[in-house]
């Protein structure tokens, strides 16, 4: 079993739907979540970051964090077509170097 | 804004050839990693170093070796390629933990 396991669609949705992608996790050391975008041939950058529990808004985006079920999400509101990319979770604990990943969700927003 | 720079896009290797990959960033900063990222698969994490002359094995380390000779670049080296080592490599830095910055990507085909 994967340490981080993330549903790699492919997710297409309209433009301007809400986009909901998650990722769980067994590891229950892992403190900081963080979601990255990566668009095509491009590489990943920081999305979202939070710390524990808890949700974290940043304008049109939304990190949820669940401890308990050791489930996390984001959710893209009001989505766009330059949304399109493929969106991959990350986690660590709070004496670790790396990051782990998700395998990422790939994401078309249609015009 | 961070800039990590890969020194080759794309690059195609036959079996048994030694391949360098380069990496450089122009923030100073301390810590530095290589991935290789595949489909269905997620970023994994060959080397990483926290430090010049330090490296640290990641979760697929075999077949690849790393050089840090100064603080703002990275090498991965492999010293014979395999068909199976064809893949997206990325090389990162962060000054913290949490936020990593990654290059543009290597992509490497082994024939």
């Known amino acids: 079993q994967k340490e981080v396991e993330q549903d790699p669609g492919p997710l297409s949705v309209p433009e301007g739907a809400i986009v909901s992608l998650n990722c769980t996790y067994s590891?229950?050391?892992?403190?900081?979540f963080m979601w990255y975008r990566q668009y095509s041939r491009k590489g990943p950058e920081l999305l979202m970051y939070?710390?524990?529990?808890g949700n974290k808004e940043d304008g049109r985006f939304t990190a949820q964090v669940d401890k308990s079920s050791k489930y996390i999400s984001l959710f893209i509101r009001d989505s766009q077509p330059s949304d399109s990319a493929t969106y991959l979770c990350?986690?660590?604990?709070?004496?670790?170097?790396?990051?782990?990943f998700g395998a990422g969700t790939t994401v078309t927003v249609r015009a | 804004d961070v800039k990590v720079t890969q020194s080759s896009r794309y690059l195609v290797k036959r079996t048994g050839e030694k391949v360098f990959l380069e990496c450089v960033q122009d923030?100073?900063?301390?810590?530095m990693f290589w991935y290789r990222q595949d489909p269905g698969l997620g970023l994994r994490l060959i080397y990483f170093?926290?430090?010049?002359?330090?490296?640290e094995k990641g979760d697929i380390p075999e077949g690849y070796s790393v050089s840090r000779e100064k603080k703002e670049r990275f090498s991965l080296i492999l010293e014979s390629a395999s068909t199976n080592q064809t893949s997206m490599y990325l090389c990162?830095?962060?000054?913290?933990?949490?936020?990593?910055?990654f290059g543009e990507g290597s992509r490497l085909t082994v024939l």
């Open positions: 990162a830095s962060s000054l913290s933990r949490r936020e990593l910055f």
């Open positions: 590891n229950s050391a892992f403190q900081y």
């Open positions: 939070t710390y524990s529990s």
């Open positions: 990350a986690m660590s604990g709070p004496n670790d170097y790396k990051l782990s």
């Open positions: 923030m100073d900063h301390e810590n």
């Open positions: 170093s926290y430090d010049v002359k330090m490296k």
